[in-house]
């Protein structure tokens, strides 16, 4: 059993920061990639920023040079820290995973997703 939890979105002015947190528990053999997703009301989800265990990391463009995305190995888990948030900012986040765990002697990779958590930018 696997699970992500994601904490840290809120409500917040535009301009303003926010830190989000996902920890992955249970089972894990490794972790490669990790990332964050959004999804804003009637639209698709869209990726945000990823990072894979090696450390590289690939943005959107509507977030470049705003959101950093980091990873605490050790612990399993992914950051975004995100400044000067607008509006268009708006929706529930959802942290991704690519993990391999082993069963029944054999290593498997499949796609985890959280729960997710609403980032609402607006004065």
């Known amino acids: 059993q696997v699970q992500l939890v994601e904490s840290g979105g809120g409500l917040v002015q535009p301009g303003g920061s926010l830190r989000l947190s996902c920890a992955a528990s249970g089972s894990i053999f490794s972790i490669n990639v990790m990332g964050w997703y959004r999804q804003a009301p009637g639209k698709e989800r869209e990726l945000v920023a990823v990072?894979?265990?090696?450390?590289?990391?690939n943005y959107a463009d509507s977030v470049k040079d705003r959101f950093t995305i980091s990873r605490d190995n050790a612990k399993n888990t992914v950051y975004l820290q995100m400044n000067s948030l607008k509006p268009e900012d708006t929706a529930a986040y959802y942290c991704h995973a690519k993990i391999t765990r082993r069963n029944w002697g054999r290593l498997r990779e499949d796609d985890y997703w959280g729960q997710g958590t609403q980032v609402t930018v607006s004065s």
């Open positions: 990072t894979t265990s090696g450390g590289s990391t």
